[in-house]
């Protein structure tokens, strides 16, 4: 199952956004295997985005009823906005 963050958007000409896309991993995918898509967009030309999903060998599976990673957390769980280094005073010339 894929996720999208932003799920819903709208934009005016010109002006883009970023859209996180996550899948969820469980015991159905097999590691080793390479899972194969792409995402398009309707009504947008040349919007296909290929995907590729991978489970690795030898990768934990999930305790059942466990949910993980941001699709699973839903769109209203919290987010750690990132953190900005202050800038630096502006530096006063002695004259």
Avoid: N
Wanted: overall charge positive; glycine content about 10%.
């Amino acid at each position: 199952m894929l996720g999208f963050d932003p799920e819903v958007v709208t934009l005016d000409p010109g002006e883009q956004i970023l859209v996180r896309v996550t899948a969820a991993i469980d015991e159905q995918l097999e590691p080793g295997v390479t899972y194969r898509g792409e995402v398009t967009v309707p009504g947008l030309s040349g919007s296909r985005v290929p995907l590729v999903v991978r489970c690795r060998p030898g990768f934990p599976s999930p305790a059942p009823g466990a949910a993980r990673g941001a699709a699973a957390r839903g769109p209203a769980a919290k987010r750690r906005s990132p953190r900005r280094k202050p800038s630096p005073a502006p530096r006063r010339s002695a004259t």
